[in-house]
Protein backbone atom coordinates (compact mmCIF):
# COMPACT_ATOMS: atom_id res chain seq x y z
CA UNK A 1 0.00 0.00 0.00
CA UNK A 2 1.25 3.40 -1.12
CA UNK A 3 1.96 6.43 1.55
CA UNK A 4 -0.78 7.99 0.07
CA UNK A 5 -3.41 5.24 -0.05
CA UNK A 6 -1.87 4.88 3.87
CA UNK A 7 -2.86 8.28 5.23
CA UNK A 8 -6.41 8.06 3.26
CA UNK A 9 -7.27 4.95 4.78
CA UNK A 10 -6.06 6.47 8.33
CA UNK A 11 -8.46 9.43 8.06
CA UNK A 12 -11.22 6.76 7.49
CA UNK A 13 -10.29 5.26 10.27
CA UNK A 14 -9.10 7.82 13.02
CA UNK A 15 -11.59 11.16 11.37
CA UNK A 16 -8.32 13.11 11.10
CA UNK A 17 -5.30 13.27 8.83
CA UNK A 18 -2.22 11.87 10.02
CA UNK A 19 1.45 13.34 9.79
CA UNK A 20 4.04 12.23 7.36
CA UNK A 21 6.69 9.62 9.67
CA UNK A 22 10.02 11.09 9.57
CA UNK A 23 12.51 8.37 7.76
CA UNK A 24 15.45 7.89 10.26
CA UNK A 25 18.79 5.24 10.44
CA UNK A 26 19.65 3.16 13.74
CA UNK A 27 22.72 2.01 14.12
CA UNK A 28 22.97 -1.75 15.52
CA UNK A 29 26.95 -1.83 16.40
CA UNK A 30 29.55 -0.25 14.73
CA UNK A 31 29.00 -1.83 11.04
CA UNK A 32 25.20 -2.55 10.56
CA UNK A 33 22.30 0.34 10.58
CA UNK A 34 18.77 -0.07 9.54
CA UNK A 35 16.02 1.70 8.40
CA UNK A 36 12.92 3.05 10.95
CA UNK A 37 10.22 5.88 10.35
CA UNK A 38 9.04 7.97 13.42
CA UNK A 39 5.32 9.06 13.70
CA UNK A 40 4.51 11.80 15.89
CA UNK A 41 1.30 13.46 17.12
CA UNK A 42 1.37 17.19 17.71
CA UNK A 43 1.28 16.58 21.31
CA UNK A 44 3.06 12.78 22.29
CA UNK A 45 1.76 11.28 25.76
CA UNK A 46 4.03 8.27 25.23
CA UNK A 47 6.62 6.13 22.45
CA UNK A 48 6.20 2.86 21.62
CA UNK A 49 8.67 1.56 19.36
CA UNK A 50 7.10 -0.73 17.08
CA UNK A 51 8.83 -4.25 15.98
CA UNK A 52 7.30 -5.93 13.24
CA UNK A 53 6.78 -9.55 12.54
CA UNK A 54 8.75 -12.01 10.48
CA UNK A 55 8.44 -12.18 7.01
CA UNK A 56 6.69 -8.03 6.76
CA UNK A 57 8.51 -5.38 7.45
CA UNK A 58 8.05 -1.44 8.96
CA UNK A 59 5.83 -0.82 5.57
CA UNK A 60 3.81 -3.48 6.44
CA UNK A 61 -0.08 -2.02 6.36
CA UNK A 62 -0.76 -3.72 9.76
CA UNK A 63 2.04 -1.56 11.12
CA UNK A 64 1.22 1.25 8.98
CA UNK A 65 -2.26 1.39 10.09
CA UNK A 66 -1.72 0.68 13.75
CA UNK A 67 1.14 3.86 13.76
CA UNK A 68 -1.75 6.17 12.34
CA UNK A 69 -4.23 4.99 14.91
CA UNK A 70 -2.39 5.53 17.67
CA UNK A 71 -0.71 8.58 16.48
CA UNK A 72 -4.63 9.67 16.64
CA UNK A 73 -4.92 8.65 20.42
CA UNK A 74 -1.45 10.69 21.15
CA UNK A 75 1.10 7.79 21.23
CA UNK A 76 4.12 8.17 18.95
CA UNK A 77 5.84 5.18 17.00
CA UNK A 78 8.65 4.12 16.06
CA UNK A 79 8.55 1.49 13.50
CA UNK A 80 12.28 -0.37 12.14
CA UNK A 81 13.50 -2.94 10.20
CA UNK A 82 15.19 -6.15 11.45
CA UNK A 83 18.62 -6.37 9.63
CA UNK A 84 17.39 -9.38 7.54
CA UNK A 85 14.46 -7.26 6.51
CA UNK A 86 16.88 -4.61 5.74
CA UNK A 87 18.55 -6.85 3.27
CA UNK A 88 15.87 -8.28 1.84
CA UNK A 89 16.19 -11.34 3.24
CA UNK A 90 13.25 -14.27 4.01
CA UNK A 91 15.05 -15.83 6.56
CA UNK A 92 14.24 -14.12 10.13
CA UNK A 93 17.68 -13.27 11.95
CA UNK A 94 18.84 -15.04 14.88
CA UNK A 95 17.65 -13.91 18.13
CA UNK A 96 20.89 -11.69 19.21
CA UNK A 97 20.72 -10.27 16.27
CA UNK A 98 17.17 -9.51 16.51
CA UNK A 99 17.39 -8.50 20.45
CA UNK A 100 20.65 -6.30 19.89
CA UNK A 101 17.89 -4.33 16.98
CA UNK A 102 15.00 -4.15 19.70
CA UNK A 103 17.69 -2.47 22.30
CA UNK A 104 19.40 -0.27 19.35
CA UNK A 105 15.58 1.02 18.48
CA UNK A 106 15.18 1.40 22.19
CA UNK A 107 18.10 3.36 22.38
CA UNK A 108 17.10 5.72 19.61
CA UNK A 109 13.95 6.26 21.15
CA UNK A 110 14.99 7.48 24.46
CA UNK A 111 17.89 9.78 22.76
CA UNK A 112 15.53 11.30 20.32
CA UNK A 113 12.54 11.66 22.95
CA UNK A 114 13.80 11.73 26.18
CA UNK A 115 10.66 13.87 27.68
CA UNK A 116 8.16 10.87 26.96
CA UNK A 117 7.95 7.48 28.58
CA UNK A 118 9.06 4.66 26.24
CA UNK A 119 7.41 1.00 25.55
CA UNK A 120 8.10 -1.41 23.16
CA UNK A 121 7.03 -3.88 21.61
CA UNK A 122 5.49 -5.36 18.07
CA UNK A 123 3.81 -7.85 16.10
CA UNK A 124 4.30 -11.58 16.44
CA UNK A 125 7.75 -12.29 15.95
CA UNK A 126 9.02 -8.50 16.79
CA UNK A 127 7.20 -8.68 19.90
CA UNK A 128 9.24 -12.00 21.12
CA UNK A 129 11.88 -10.50 20.06
CA UNK A 130 11.48 -7.89 22.83
CA UNK A 131 10.08 -9.54 25.18
CA UNK A 132 13.76 -11.85 25.00
CA UNK A 133 15.97 -8.24 24.97
CA UNK A 134 14.03 -7.58 28.10
CA UNK A 135 14.03 -10.97 29.74
CA UNK A 136 17.56 -10.62 28.83
CA UNK A 137 18.78 -7.28 30.59
CA UNK A 138 15.65 -3.93 30.94
CA UNK A 139 15.51 -2.22 28.16
CA UNK A 140 14.47 0.96 30.55
CA UNK A 141 11.11 0.94 29.05
CA UNK A 142 7.72 0.88 31.12
CA UNK A 143 6.01 -2.23 29.76
CA UNK A 144 5.47 -3.94 26.76
CA UNK A 145 2.41 -4.46 23.87
CA UNK A 146 2.17 -7.47 21.83
CA UNK A 147 0.16 -7.73 18.93
CA UNK A 148 -0.23 -11.37 18.45
CA UNK A 149 1.84 -13.12 20.71
CA UNK A 150 3.23 -16.42 18.61
CA UNK A 151 3.53 -18.72 21.74
CA UNK A 152 4.02 -21.84 19.46
CA UNK A 153 3.74 -22.61 15.63
CA UNK A 154 0.91 -22.82 13.78
CA UNK A 155 -1.68 -25.03 15.22
CA UNK A 156 1.01 -26.91 17.50
CA UNK A 157 -0.34 -25.52 20.92
CA UNK A 158 2.76 -25.67 23.48
CA UNK A 159 4.01 -22.76 26.29
CA UNK A 160 7.52 -22.93 26.14
CA UNK A 161 7.77 -20.15 23.63
CA UNK A 162 6.71 -17.92 26.80
CA UNK A 163 9.03 -19.45 29.75
CA UNK A 164 11.53 -16.62 29.31
CA UNK A 165 8.55 -13.69 30.06
CA UNK A 166 8.51 -15.05 33.97
CA UNK A 167 11.79 -12.85 33.62
CA UNK A 168 10.10 -10.08 32.36
CA UNK A 169 9.68 -7.89 35.46
CA UNK A 170 7.99 -4.77 33.47
CA UNK A 171 3.82 -4.71 32.64
CA UNK A 172 2.56 -6.34 29.68
CA UNK A 173 0.14 -5.96 27.49
CA UNK A 174 -1.51 -9.47 25.24
CA UNK A 175 -3.45 -7.84 22.41
CA UNK A 176 -4.96 -11.42 20.87
CA UNK A 177 -7.46 -13.29 18.85
CA UNK A 178 -9.17 -15.69 19.95
CA UNK A 179 -8.89 -17.30 16.43
CA UNK A 180 -4.99 -17.36 16.83
CA UNK A 181 -3.15 -20.36 15.26
CA UNK A 182 -0.67 -19.15 16.67
CA UNK A 183 -1.16 -18.78 20.42
CA UNK A 184 -4.21 -21.09 21.36
CA UNK A 185 -6.42 -19.57 24.15
CA UNK A 186 -6.00 -23.22 26.31
CA UNK A 187 -1.85 -22.23 26.42
CA UNK A 188 -2.20 -17.73 26.07
CA UNK A 189 -4.55 -17.81 29.27
CA UNK A 190 -3.15 -19.47 31.83
CA UNK A 191 0.31 -18.06 30.82
CA UNK A 192 -0.88 -14.89 31.48
CA UNK A 193 -3.09 -15.62 34.60
CA UNK A 194 0.70 -17.46 35.80
CA UNK A 195 2.51 -13.69 35.07
CA UNK A 196 -0.08 -12.15 37.57
CA UNK A 197 -0.70 -8.32 37.62
CA UNK A 198 2.48 -8.03 35.12
CA UNK A 199 0.34 -9.26 31.79
CA UNK A 200 -2.82 -7.99 30.74
CA UNK A 201 -4.65 -10.02 28.32
CA UNK A 202 -7.27 -8.27 25.89
CA UNK A 203 -8.72 -10.75 23.52
CA UNK A 204 -10.26 -9.98 19.84
CA UNK A 205 -13.17 -12.13 19.55
CA UNK A 206 -12.79 -14.36 16.16
CA UNK A 207 -9.81 -12.23 15.31
CA UNK A 208 -6.85 -14.39 13.67
CA UNK A 209 -3.55 -13.77 14.08
CA UNK A 210 -3.20 -11.02 11.41
CA UNK A 211 -6.09 -9.59 13.45
CA UNK A 212 -8.89 -10.51 10.41
CA UNK A 213 -12.34 -11.08 11.27
CA UNK A 214 -14.69 -13.00 9.09
CA UNK A 215 -17.60 -10.80 7.66
CA UNK A 216 -20.28 -13.59 9.53
CA UNK A 217 -19.10 -11.86 12.62
CA UNK A 218 -20.32 -8.67 11.96
CA UNK A 219 -17.46 -6.77 12.60
CA UNK A 220 -14.52 -5.26 10.06
CA UNK A 221 -10.94 -5.71 10.22
CA UNK A 222 -10.69 -1.65 11.05
CA UNK A 223 -13.16 -1.84 13.99
CA UNK A 224 -10.51 -4.41 15.43
CA UNK A 225 -7.44 -2.08 14.59
CA UNK A 226 -9.31 0.90 16.43
CA UNK A 227 -10.09 -1.13 19.41
CA UNK A 228 -6.73 -2.66 19.78
CA UNK A 229 -5.58 1.37 19.52
CA UNK A 230 -8.24 2.51 22.22
CA UNK A 231 -7.01 -0.41 24.75
CA UNK A 232 -3.59 -0.04 24.26
CA UNK A 233 -4.11 3.55 24.83
CA UNK A 234 -5.68 3.17 28.49
CA UNK A 235 -3.49 0.57 29.52
CA UNK A 236 -0.99 3.32 28.79
CA UNK A 237 -2.78 5.99 30.18
CA UNK A 238 -2.93 3.44 33.62
CA UNK A 239 0.78 3.16 33.77
CA UNK A 240 1.93 6.86 32.93
CA UNK A 241 -0.89 8.52 35.06
CA UNK A 242 1.78 9.31 37.64
CA UNK A 243 4.59 9.88 35.14
Known sequence: MRAGHRRTAARVLTGSAVSEAKALTIAVGD???VSALLQMPRRAEALLVFAHGAGAGMHHPFLATMAEVLEARGIATLRYQFPSMEKGSKRV?????AQ???RAAVAEAGRRKPDLPLFAGGKSFGGR???QAEAEAPLGVQGLIFFGFPLHAAGRPAHERGAHLSAVKRPMLFLQGTRDSLAALGEMEPLCT?????ATLVLFQDADHSFHVPAKSGRKDADIRLEM???AHSWIQTLTADV
Open 194 to 198: GLGKR
Open 100 to 102: ATV
Open 129 to 131: MTS
Open 31 to 33: ALR
Open 229 to 231: ADR
Open 93 to 97: DPPKL
